[in-house]
């Protein structure tokens, strides 16, 4: 039902039944309205790498979870602060939650992305530039991850270790940035990005345990890792 609603009809269910030609017009259609911002190029790839007997399931599962992500993220900006009601800190919160919010949803729709990284090269995969924007003191619980997004900048953010739960929404980043932020530990998440080729954590509090030396040599395809202006205690050498 809740897919219905957010296509404004059973699009997908008359997908099934329909030529060919019809079904793909059905479908263009249906992407059109989950990422309003696709390019007809990329859209056009979308639905040609995707196998035509799985075409409807993909769009329901889209469609599904653009509408949850929403659905969450509402009810987090809508959700009580710690702060006085009326006061100046609960309208920076709010106004923060709002902000984070409309970036995530923008960011979910953008896919087959492209950027060029810091060395000037064609990167594939969506970037998230959060750099410079204080993060809100809480986070969002969410089921819905971006395995799109390839590069994540989180420096200046006001980042502290109760905010880091927000990389495992990020599982397949290339590079990372949380450079001049208020982490005091390597964040467990890190061990998990398999792909992670740059990291940079400099300008932080960060001592390092043998655990997390552990998790920083088990990044096999990291190329990159600046920890430079941190206590860190041990070396990940």
Request: overall charge positive.
């Amino acid at each position: 039902r809740h897919t219905q609603q957010l296509l404004g009809g059973p699009l997908l269910s008359r997908c099934r039944a329909t030529p060919a030609d019809t079904h793909a017009t059905l479908a263009r259609e249906v992407l059109q309205r989950l990422f309003p911002s696709l390019s007809e190029q990329r859209l056009s790839r979308f639905i040609d790498e995707i196998p035509t007997a799985q075409l409807s399931t993909t769009l329901n599962e889209l469609t599904l979870e653009k509408h949850t992500l929403h659905s969450q993220l509402l009810d987090w900006k809508q959700s009580p602060t710690h702060h006085p009601k009326g006061s100046a800190q609960e309208r920076l919160e709010l106004a923060r939650r709002k902000r984070l919010a409309s970036l995530l949803e923008q960011c979910w729709g953008d896919r087959f992305a492209e950027y060029t990284d810091d060395w000037g090269r064609t990167q594939r995969g969506a970037r998230l530039d959060l750099n410079a924007m204080p993060l809100p003191e809480s986070l969002p619980t969410l089921s819905v991850n971006f395995e799109h997004v390839t590069f994540l900048n989180l420096s200046q953010s006001s980042v502290g270790q109760t905010h880091c739960s927000l990389l495992k929404h990020f599982p397949a980043l290339r590079s990372l940035e949380l450079s001049y932020n208020n982490l005091t530990g390597l964040p467990v998440e890190v061990g998990a990005m398999r792909l992670l080729r740059n990291l940079n954590l400099s300008n932080n509090r960060i001592v390092l345990f043998p655990e997390d030396v552990k998790r920083l040599r088990n990044l096999r395809r990291a190329q990159v890792l600046v920890l430079s202006h941190n206590p860190l205690g041990l070396s990940p050498d």
